[in-house]
């Protein structure tokens, strides 16, 4: 049943009238204030104005400065500068948010965390940890990549696909860890020793993608950076983006701005290795045609002095004997040299992949001695047909051939040959030369005879 008697509701203030109340109040019991405290969350937006986050180890408030304080500000803080500022406790009513109305900030030393940071840095380096003798060389063209990384942040997929772009072939093995957060410096050393024992990458990628100082923290522990300094593979920092500096930069053998830089350092481009091994294709071919164009012209300089056998027909039928013989020999050995130096080229040619262009060559240089071997046999049997037509031409103007016709030559005693038979007295004494001896005569008579 219906209350017939209701008693009297309060008012109920609406949220904007409890905002603003609580502002007014804000700024009425703290008219001005100095704060101490790390600098964290800083943004400059177009509007000119400054907003960023004041905090210690425990808590933090927002802050805003507009842009009539902020300009006369110099130099502009940054994230991690522990700073003194003054102004006025606030809420922001349309959010409901607290905030300082800051109108004049100054430096009061290094945030905790660059503090830390600063004095590890300078521990490692006394301990001579960033000495760059102690920095091993990063592999041109490792054999397997190792990444130590979150298996679910942005830095092993900009790892993996600048892999993929520049040499898909070079296996990557993933060693997952936590990286930012209180576990994470625990996880991280203990990948860097799980890939060790592994022992399979030649070098190893140790990072994460951007973040806050805070995010990235894990990164400047003492643990992480005196693992990376004992790591037996060469380790490449890749933390946050390029702006970003940790400890493990300055410990490890190589850096990169971001994980995608890593990557492209350490990783060889397909296409040059491509146009290397073309390039090199082209200058074994060339060198070869080189040879074998020598070999042909030393080859017709051999068989040049062969040609022309003129003198002394007899004696160069027992010389083309002779170099025969020799050549025989010298074309032997020279292709049995050939032929090693051919096999020398056919082995450095496939270790370059040119196996059918080699096993062509091969083949021609087999056929080219075949040839020439051919040509040099019948070339010495024309110069011996040359001979021997030589031989009987000169045997068919011979004397000897004419007497054999029925002729003579007839001498005086002073061995002059009668031409006319007016030489000659009866009474005189005469040889007559035949085919197959001489014959001694007494002139008894005269006869002149006249066409």
Known sequence: MDNLYPTARPRALTVSELNHQVRHLLETSFMQAWIEGELSSFTRPSSGHWYFTLKDQRCQVRCAMFRGFNQRIRPIPKEGDLVRIRGKVSLYENRGDFQILVEHIEPAGLGALQQAFEELKQKLQLEGLFDPARKRPVPASPRHIGVVTSPTGAAIHDILTVLA????????????????????????VAAIERAQRHGVADVLIVGRGGGSLEDLWCFNEE??????????????????????????????????????AAAEKISPDQQVWVHRVSEQHLRLTGAFRRHMRQLTTRLDQLAARLRDPRRE?????????????????????????????????????????????????????????????????????????????????????SPLATLGRGYAIVRTTDDRIVRRAADLEPGDHVSARVAEGTIEATVTGIRQHHE
């Open 223 to 260: 643990a992480v950076a005196r693992a990376i300094a004992a790591c037996s593979i060469p380790v490449v920092s890749a933390v946050g983006h390029e702006v970003d500096v940790t400890i493990a930069d300055f410990v490890a053998d190589m850096r990169a701005p971001t994980p995608s």
């Open 313 to 397: 027909l007899l004696e160069k039928a027992q010389r083309l004997d002779e170099l025969d013989t020799r050549l025989a020999k010298a074309v032997q050995r020279r292709l049995e040299q050939d032929q090693l130096r051919t096999g020398h080229l056919v082995q450095r040619l496939r270790m370059q992949s040119p196996t059918r262009r080699l096993e062509a060559e091969q083949n021609r240089l087999t056929v080219l001695a075949e040839h020439l071997q051919k040509a040099m046999h019948q070339y010495l049997g024309r110069l011996n047909d040359r001979l021997g037509h030589g031989g009987q031409s000169l045997h068919l103007v």
């Open 165 to 188: 772009r520049r040499c898909p072939a070079i296996p990557v093995t993933l060693y997952p860890t936590a990286v930012q957060g209180a576990a994470a410096t625990g996880e991280i």
